[in-house]
């Protein structure tokens, strides 16, 4: 029997029914009255943010870590406004989000009114899907389907906005059960028989292998994680994988390479070149995993395993695409391995690891090491050392620390690594470890911050205080937007245009202005004594972790370059690396 | 060389540019047509024509119409991303697979005295276009045909006094007894 109800108990009735445990919010005008329901019921809790902006990486970070849906409550006009940034990071990243958006009251929309905006026009197109809900009679069954279309298939942001009328007005309320979704909507899950077989001959065929495999792994759920691990390990192929996929296999796994892409190892990336089979899994060939398109690699025959069906030959052409989600497709390649009994061949394989492990001694992520100065690479080396026996999620900005985070960290197991790859959106990691402490209170959460990226979002640190959530940032600071200076160094004649970061806040001053401990090291000696005090402090940490100024981070594939033309930190001069760049390439991003 | 999304080279070599008829069936609900041309616009692709219209009411089904450009791999991922979008049901690529029919219907305003009032009655005539409204100084012709037959005759009505035209755009439909929309 249908239940009649407000709309604001209906939106509060479906949050409970779907079984969410947090909402990260700011109330305004017109979600008053959703609010008023929130304050009467104790199912589903509500984290204040500073910044609507904030509350979307919060909620990414509590998805990214859970495998969960982020939910995120937010008012008409700026409210709407601020979610933008996160909403498109999310949708780039394949986050699944539902956002509810309040709207002036029907009688009012269109009419310049206070605080009104096109939030369906304006999300339109950083949105999987969004709904503007004119009828209390639909509400339940919209918000139900909003929660279906973020999770299911590529997963990604839905946005759900509700007119402050349609919160008062009456209407009934439809369990999940009792509510249909599109008939337009139907992602395909199961791969397709002859293509698993055509990849599995493929395979079994294959001398020099490699597997390629991204973000889509970690959203297809733990189990695709434990299959990717048997297939590599029953191929014995070597593996490397995206940004995103970090995690999906061990770092400490044999066949790893590390990540590949503009900044991945040198072994990773001459495996993708020199392969003559590529097994792509929920990975999107993006340009900064390809390099130069005419040049990459030039003599495979590629297999791409994908839940959305334009992910493929978008930038990559593919021999054998298979459309499902991996697990189904992981599941199916080493069920029918076992049956045919098909095995690569050894021998083939030990020549091509003997090349691999010829790449490697290359150790492309050297760096010189100083005892004057800290560098950035060994404090995320000491950081990754006093942590990997602690539950720990790592969360980080954008820019040359994100690099090196991807680098130097070892991620031993998916839903472990919150970073902003698609969008690249500075200030996603302080909101993103707030999102995570919440799903994991007693877990080290660590944000690997730069100096001007932590600024981004700042005030999330509050949030922090307010729910005793013990996150600890670990800022970079080289007073400089590292990636911004590198760039400048290698593409515009060492001019830093902008890229220094004047006027910084004292940042041991910041963090007790917040309530928090603020530490500072600069001396490379006192370095592993100051990340203890850290990983101890009980609440949350700002650590000001002063780094040498001009480190670039390497290795790199410069912009219009292949694969096989990496600059390494330690074997190319600095001639070498203000040439790198041809006038085409200035002109790439 | 083919432009491709990306801002690097297209790794494939140089593809012939193709025109394409797709029939994209859709939930008639508020936004789709926006969701669809944004998609368009957005990845900057190129819609030479476009209709769209309600056909089946009782289940709220509307068929969008569009005509399109590209490479192949373009066109692929058209129809790709089409299928992305959540209210769309189906997209049917016509000129590939099915050898379309397409119509289009147009309105022309000319107006003139004399011999060439004459000689657009009958030109319009030779192209079987109706005059559905007149007075001593002007005619209104409706044209239904294909586009290229219309596009003749609007240029030849430049001659004699064109005023203005409206176009629906492509309508169009694959041959044979099948129903291709679902």
């Known amino acids: ?589 | 060389m083919v432009r491709s999304n990306s801002h690097y080279p297209a790794s494939v070599g140089e593809q012939q540019i193709i025109q394409r008829t797709l029939s994209i069936i859709v939930d008639n609900e508020p936004g789709v047509l926006a969701r669809v041309i944004s998609m368009f616009s957005g990845r900057g692709y190129n819609i030479d024509s476009l209709t769209v219209t309600e056909t089946e009411h009782e289940q709220h089904i509307s068929r969008i119409t569009i005509v399109t450009r590209g490479t192949p791999l373009v066109i692929e991922q058209i129809k790709n991303q089409l299928e992305r979008v959540v209210p769309v049901h189906n997209v049917i690529d016509l000129s590939h697979d099915y050898d379309p029919l397409e119509r289009e219907l147009a309105l022309i305003k000319v107006s003139g005295k004399g011999e060439n009032r004459i000689e657009s009655l009958r030109l319009a005539e030779i192209f079987k276009a109706q005059v559905i409204d007149a007075s001593t100084e002007h005619f209104i012709f409706q044209i239904t045909g294909i586009s290229p037959d219309i596009d003749r005759f609007i240029g030849l009505m430049m001659e004699l006094g064109l005023v203005e035209v409206a176009r629906t755009g492509i309508a169009a439909i694959g041959r044979g007894k099948r129903n291709l929309q679902f």
């Open chain 1, 1 to 589: 029997m249908a239940r009649v109800m407000t709309g604001a108990e209906i939106v509060t009735q479906v949050l409970i029914d779907q079984g969410v445990e947090l909402i990260f919010g700011y109330p305004g005008g017109a979600v008053l009255p959703i609010y008023d329901e929130l304050f009467k019921q104790a199912k589903v809790r509500h984290i204040l943010v500073r910044q609507e902006g904030g509350a979307v990486h919060a909620a990414e970070g509590y998805a990214r870590s859970t495998g969960k849906i982020g939910i995120v409550l937010v008012t008409s006009g700026p409210g709407a406004t601020n979610v933008v940034t996160g909403l498109t990071d999310a949708l780039m990243d394949s986050i699944p989000l539902v956002c509810i958006t309040g709207q002036v009251p029907t009688h009012l929309i269109g009419s310049d009114a206070f605080q009104e905006c096109d939030t369906v026009g304006i999300t339109r197109s950083c949105t999987k899907h969004n709904y503007l809900v004119k009828n209390a009679n639909d509400l339940a069954a919209v918000l139900h389907e909003a929660f279906y279309v973020a999770h299911s298939g590529r997963p990604g942001p839905v946005v759900v906005d509700v007119p402050k009328d349609i919160q008062f007005a009456e209407g009934y309320y439809l369990r999940p059960s009792e509510t249909k979704s599109k008939v337009s909507y139907r992602p395909k899950l199961k791969p397709d028989h002859e293509k698993i077989e055509a990849a599995v001959n493929l395979i079994a065929n294959a001398e020099k292998p490699v597997f390629y495999t991204g973000g889509g792994i970690i959203n297809s759920g733990p189990r695709a994680s434990k299959l990717l691990r048997q297939l590599v390990n029953t191929t014995g192929f070597p593996i490397t994988s995206t940004l995103m996929g970090l995690g999906a296999y061990p770092a400490s796994g044999h066949h790893w390479l590390g990540m590949l892409g503009m900044h991945g190892t040198y072994e990773a990336n001459m495996t993708m070149h020199g392969c003559d089979v590529m097994i792509a899994i929920g990975a999107r060939f993006d340009d900064r995993i390809t390099g130069r398109l005419d040049a990459f690699s030039p003599n495979s025959e590629r297999i791409q395993i994908d839940i959305d069906p334009s992910s493929i030959n978008k930038n990559i052409y593919v021999d054998i695409p298979i459309i499902a989600d991996c697990a189904y497709a992981l599941e199916a390649i080493i069920a029918s391995l076992k049956i045919k009994a098909l095995r690569p061949s050894k021998s083939s394989l030990k020549n091509w690891w003997k090349q691999i492990n010829a790449w490697r001694s290359r150790k492309s992520l050297a760096y010189k090491n100083s005892k004057e100065f800290i560098m950035p690479q060994y404090a995320i080396q000491r950081i990754y050392e006093l942590t990997k026996n602690c539950d720990t999620y790592i969360t980080t900005e954008v820019g040359q620390h994100q690099m090196w985070a991807a680098q130097f960290i070892g991620f031993e197991e998916p839903n472990r690594w919150m970073t902003s790859g698609g969008l690249g959106t500075m200030g996603y990691g302080l909101p993103a470890a707030i999102g995570t402490q919440l799903a994991h209170p007693k877990s080290l959460v660590i944000d690997i911050a730069g100096d001007a990226s932590i600024l981004m979002n700042i005030q999330e640190m509050s949030t922090a205080i307010q729910y005793e959530l013990p996150v600890k940032v670990f800022i970079l600071n080289n007073q400089y937007m590292g990636m911004v200076r590198q760039w400048q160094q290698l593409l515009h004649g060492n001019r830093y245009s902008e890229s220094y970061s004047e006027s910084l806040p004292n940042f041991v001053k910041l963090a007790e202005a917040y309530g928090a401990k603020g530490i500072v090291c600069s001396d490379p000696s006192k370095l592993d004594a100051a990340i203890i005090e850290m990983i101890n402090t009980p609440g949350p940490v700002i650590f000001d972790c002063r780094v040498a100024n001009l480190a670039n981070c390497y290795p790199m594939i410069p912009s219009g370059k292949a694969h096989n033309e990496m600059l390494l930190g330690n074997e190319n001069s600095e001639d070498d690396i203000e040439s790198a760049i041809d006038m085409k390439g200035r002109t790439l991003v």
